[in-house]
C-alpha cells in the first residue's frame, strides 16, 4: 500500500521528486529517467509511470539550466525507442501461441488484430505515443499481431521523435514563462487529465455500443 501510494504521489508530483533526484543523485538523474522512460514504454506491466508529465517538467528543468536540454533529449529518445522495440519483441516472442494454449484469447481476436495492424499499424504505432496505457500496450500488441518489424521499427523511431520532441521542448520553451513556472503543478495535472481523456471517451463510447447492443 505504501509503494502504491508513492508511486500515485509521484506521478502527481513529478517535479517535487524530478528535484529531490538532482539533488541527491546529480548527473545520475539522468539514468533514473532514461530508466523510467525505457520500463514506461517497455512493460505491459508499469504504464502506470509517468511519460508525458516526465517529459515536459524535465524540458521546464533545462530551461533554468539545471538539467542538459540536448543530453535530455537523446536520452528520453533513445529510450522510448528500445521501450517500444522490447515490447513488441516480448509481444513477438509469446506470440499466438501462449495465447491460445492458456485460452487466453480466441483465435478469431487475433487474427483480427493481425489484419488491424497490417491496415493500421503504422499510425497507430506514431498516435499511441501521445496515449497513456495504449502507448505501452500497442507496441506488444503489435508484436502479437506479428506487424512488420522494419515497418515498426521505422514508426516506432518518428513516434518516439515526435513525442519526445513535443513534450520535452514544449517544458523548455514554456517553463521560463513565470505563470507557468508559478503553477506548474496545475500544469502537470492539465496533461495528465488531457492525456486520458481519449482514453475515457473511448471507454463511454464503447460502454454505450455494448448497451445498445444488449
Same mark, same amino acid.
Given at each position: ?7 500515485i504521489d509521484f506521478? #502527481?508530483?513529478?517535479? +517535487?521528486?524530478?528535484?529531490? @533526484?538532482?539533488?541527491? #543523485? ?6 533514473f &529517467? *532514461? @530508466?523510467?522512460? &525505457?520500463?514506461?514504454?517497455? !512493460? ?5 509511470l509517468?511519460?508525458?508529465s516526465l517529459?515536459?517538467?524535465?524540458g521546464v528543468?533545462a ?5 542538459? =536540454? *540536448?543530453?535530455?533529449?537523446l536520452?528520453f ?5 528500445l521501450?517500444?522495440n !522490447? ?5 513477438n516472442f509469446?506470440g499466438e501461441?501462449?495465447f491460445?494454449?492458456?485460452? @487466453?484469447?480466441?483465435? +478469431?481476436?487475433?487474427e483480427?488484430?493481425?489484419?488491424f ?5 503504422k499510425?497507430? =504505432?506514431?498516435?499511441a505515443r501521445?496515449f497513456p ?10 508484436g =502479437?499481431g506479428?506487424?512488420?518489424?522494419l515497418?515498426?521499427?521505422?514508426y516506432?523511431?518518428?513516434?518516439? *521523435? &515526435?513525442?519526445?520532441?513535443?513534450f520535452?521542448f514544449?517544458?523548455?520553451f #514554456?517553463?521560463?514563462?513565470?505563470f507557468?513556472?508559478?503553477? !506548474?503543478?496545475?500544469?502537470i495535472?492539465?496533461?495528465? *487529465? ?5 482514453? &475515457? =471517451?473511448?471507454?463511454l463510447?464503447?460502454?454505450k455500443n +455494448?448497451?445498445?447492443f444488449v
Amino acid at each position: 500500500m505504501n509503494i502504491l501510494k508513492l508511486m500515485i504521489d509521484f506521478i #502527481f508530483h513529478v517535479d +517535487e521528486y524530478l528535484g529531490l @533526484l538532482i539533488q541527491y #543523485f546529480g548527473i545520475f538523474t539522468y539514468v533514473f &529517467l *532514461f @530508466l523510467i522512460i &525505457l520500463l514506461e514504454t517497455g !512493460l505491459v506491466i508499469t504504464p502506470f509511470l509517468p511519460g508525458d508529465s516526465l517529459l515536459f517538467v524535465s524540458g521546464v528543468f533545462a530551461s533554468k539550466n539545471i538539467l542538459n =536540454i *540536448f543530453v535530455l533529449f537523446l536520452l528520453f529518445f533513445i529510450a522510448a525507442v528500445l521501450g517500444d522495440n !522490447l515490447n513488441y519483441s516480448i509481444g513477438n516472442f509469446v506470440g499466438e501461441k501462449f495465447f491460445l494454449r492458456y485460452g @487466453l484469447v480466441k483465435k +478469431e481476436y487475433l487474427e483480427k488484430t493481425r489484419e488491424f495492424y497490417k491496415k493500421h499499424g503504422k499510425k497507430t =504505432i506514431v498516435l499511441a505515443r501521445f496515449f497513456p496505457i495504449i502507448r505501452t500496450i500497442a507496441p506488444f500488441i503489435a508484436g =502479437i499481431g506479428k506487424m512488420n518489424m522494419l515497418q515498426f521499427f521505422v514508426y516506432n523511431v518518428l513516434g518516439a *521523435f &515526435l513525442w519526445t520532441s513535443i513534450f520535452l521542448f514544449g517544458g523548455y520553451f #514554456f517553463g521560463t514563462i513565470p505563470f507557468v513556472e508559478k503553477n !506548474l503543478s496545475f500544469f502537470i495535472l492539465g496533461i495528465i *487529465f488531457v492525456s486520458f481523456i481519449p482514453v &475515457l =471517451i473511448k471507454s463511454l463510447f464503447k460502454k454505450k455500443n +455494448e448497451k445498445e447492443f444488449v
